[in-house]
């Protein structure tokens, strides 16, 4: 069993950034993948990043593409998202996720594990 835990969400004006953080409890996730993924109010779960632990090559959406930033710091098992010159439309809940495997999913679906989630709000 993974548990995954997320922080660091919160209030901030357009522009500004904030860091989301992923503390995992697995002890390695060498053969995993992490994404980020977010879910606005009334709207589907959608694809941030994801990072394949392993060799630390990552991927985004494009919506976020320059912007955002995912990494991961093997010693303490936890995955970062950093969030720059964020925008309103960045305002939703943001999801770690953890998928088995050396690939690096962009779907909901595969991932097997997720955490409470954290939320963040962007004013303009």
């Known amino acids: 069993q993974v548990q995954l835990v997320e922080s660091g969400g919160g209030l901030v004006q357009a522009g500004g950034s904030l860091r989301l953080s992923c503390a995992a409890s697995?002890?390695?996730?060498?053969?995993?993948?992490m994404g980020w993924f977010r879910q606005a109010p009334g709207k589907e779960r959608e694809f941030v990043a994801v990072?394949?632990?392993?060799?630390?090559?990552?991927y985004y959406a494009d919506s976020v593409k320059g912007r955002f930033t995912i990494s991961r710091e093997n010693a303490k098992n936890t995955v970062y998202l950093q969030m720059n010159s964020l925008k309103p439309e960045d305002t939703a809940v943001y999801y770690c996720?953890?998928?088995?495997?050396?690939?690096?999913?962009?779907?909901?679906?595969?991932?097997?594990?997720w955490g409470q989630g954290t939320q963040v709000t962007v004013s303009s």
């Open positions: 990072i394949r632990w392993s060799v630390g090559t990552a």
């Open positions: 697995r002890r390695t996730f060498s053969s995993y993948a």
């Open positions: 996720a953890a998928a088995p495997g050396t690939a690096a999913p962009v779907e909901v679906y595969e991932y097997d594990y």
